[in-house]
């Protein structure tokens, strides 16, 4: 019927390391339907897809899980409506005590062939061949613009000194927990001040002081916008190969240039202001860009 939303939801594949160094992912067993999925769930009104997403796998699988990159998105005819479901792979960084329930009755932890051969939907094999599919993830990276900071001519001081305006605050909360998602180690700022007042509300929920580094600002009066773009991917590189989950915070005329030199294409990577990234990288090489 023309007008008819489409239900939205949100899941991973979650995975962990055995300790023969292989890997396990996660199915649920759901006793109203009687079938093996993948753990997902449909979006609460206003959530962003990536939180739904572990909120879902640790609501369904009781599993706290760090999101890597995406992967196919499934759609399917349910209840007369088209659903959309939004997959990532998701690293297992712990689990509690499983109780079964009405809505989930049991998980296992299967290899990714014995997990296609028993989930019941071949939409749900086709995500895990995707997900065996991917390169090892050694890092992820959320690289976000600062928030609206108002009109640049309106303001007297220094451009760098320009603090974030109402919406830029707003835009600022709603990033905090999207950062969260992937247990930064360190959290990293442009030098205008409104760069780090984006990473304020994350810096506050996780206890992490914000680094400021000027490699990736804007270019500077007499500065060529080239030199700020390498500055940059240089930085988003050492960070990357040093394998900690990082978030960093630049500007609207260094992200684009920087990640198209990281991913080593041209693409569309314009970034709006409070907006962002997730990376993924495979030792200092890009391998997904997720926009959040």
């Keep these: 019927m023309a007008g008819v939303t489409a239900i939205r939801a949100a899941g991973g594949v979650v995975w962990r390391r055995t300790t023969n160094g292989g890997c396990q992912v996660c199915l649920v067993h759901r006793p109203r339907y009687g079938d093996w999925s993948l753990p997902k769930g449909k979006l609460e009104p206003g959530e962003h897809p990536l939180l739904a997403a572990a909120r879902e796998v640790a609501e369904e699988a009781d599993a706290q899980a760090v999101p890597e990159l995406r992967l196919p998105t499934v759609q399917y005819r349910s209840e007369g409506r088209l659903k959309l479901v939004d997959y990532w792979s998701m690293r297992a960084v712990g689990t509690g005590g499983f109780e079964p329930d009405t809505e989930v009755d049991e998980v296992r932890w299967l290899a990714v062939d014995e997990a296609m051969q028993l989930v019941s939907y071949p939409h749900d094999a086709e995500v895990l061949a995707a997900f065996a599919a991917l390169p090892r ?33 707003s835009e600022a909360y709603a990033l905090a927990p999207l950062i969260a998602l992937i247990r930064p180690a360190r959290l990293l700022s442009a030098s205008p001040r409104r760069c780090v007042q984006t990473l304020d509300p994350a810096a506050a929920s996780l206890d992490l002081p914000i680094e400021v580094s000027g490699d990736l600002d804007e270019p500077r ?54 907006g962002g990234w997730l990376l993924a990288f495979t030792g200092d090489r890009l391998i997904a860009a997720d926009r959040l």
């Design 137 to 169: 993830v050694t890092a992820t990276m959320v690289l976000v613009r600062h928030g609206h900071a108002g009109n640049r001519l309106a303001w007297s001081g220094p451009d760098a000194g320009r603090p974030l305006d109402a919406r830029g605050w």
């Design 221 to 274: 009066a007499g500065q060529q916008p080239d030199e700020c773009v390498l500055a940059a991917a240089a930085r988003l590189t050492a960070l990357a190969a040093a394998g900690e989950p990082v978030a960093v915070c630049s500007q609207g005329k260094v992200i684009p240039g920087a990640l198209e030199r990281l991913a080593g294409q041209c693409a569309d990577y314009t970034t709006g202001k409070g």
